[in-house]
């Protein structure tokens, strides 16, 4: 399964900057039985019983709405600063040079709620990490983040290892 599915993630090197080798996943929407594929394959990874499906901005939308209505869970968007309309929670986190900060609207989860964060790509995780803090100043429990691809030679898991964190394609 997983075989057939990295069939369907391009790679481009050299974006957005040089030395990036970038994972396109647009391939892989575009053939609905390799998405439905990829969408049972991230179900087996992930809890149940969650009451919230946190996707990060932007490609963390598409896989992250498929799975909180499978789940039957909300789905709940964390957003590049100024994009949210409402109240927001705010969480800078560190770039190779400089900073960057993302939102979450204040109500979006009640407290004590079981939260799966969902991104495309798990690269240094800084990215997740800020949207799992940002989960927990809203009260609610990470109980997963979850990717459909990990680019392990970044380490990332390392930054995130006070979570579970599962990915369904690993790149060494
Ligand atoms: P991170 O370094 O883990 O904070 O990743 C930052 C954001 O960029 C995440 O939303 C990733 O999905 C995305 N990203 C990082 N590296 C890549 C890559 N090589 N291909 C595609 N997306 C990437």
Not at 103 to 110: F, G, L, N, R, T
Request: cysteine-free; proline content about 6%.
């Amino acid at each position: 399964m997983k075989d057939i599915i990295e069939k369907y993630i391009r790679n481009v090197p050299d974006f957005p900057k040089p030395g990036i080798m970038f994972k396109d996943i647009t391939p892989l929407l575009a053939e609905p039985r390799i998405m439905q594929l990829t969408l049972n394959e991230l179900l087996r990874l992930v809890p149940r019983k969650v009451d919230k499906v946190v996707g990060i901005e932007a490609r963390g939308f598409i896989f992250g709405t498929l799975l909180a209505e499978h789940l039957n869970a909300g789905f709940i968007p964390i957003r590049k600063p100024g994009k949210l309309p409402f109240e927001t929670h705010t969480q800078s986190y560190a770039l190779e040079y400089g900073t960057d900060s993302i939102e979450m609207h204040i109500d979006a989860i009640v407290p004590g709620e079981k939260v799966l964060i969902h991104d495309d790509v798990l690269a240094t995780g800084g990215t997740a990490l800020a949207a799992a803090k940002l989960v927990e100043k809203a009260g609610g429990e990470v109980v997963m983040i979850n990717f459909l691809l990990e680019l392990a030679f970044l380490k990332g898991r390392e930054k995130l290892k006070n979570y579970p964190v599962s990915s369904l394609l690993r790149y060494e």
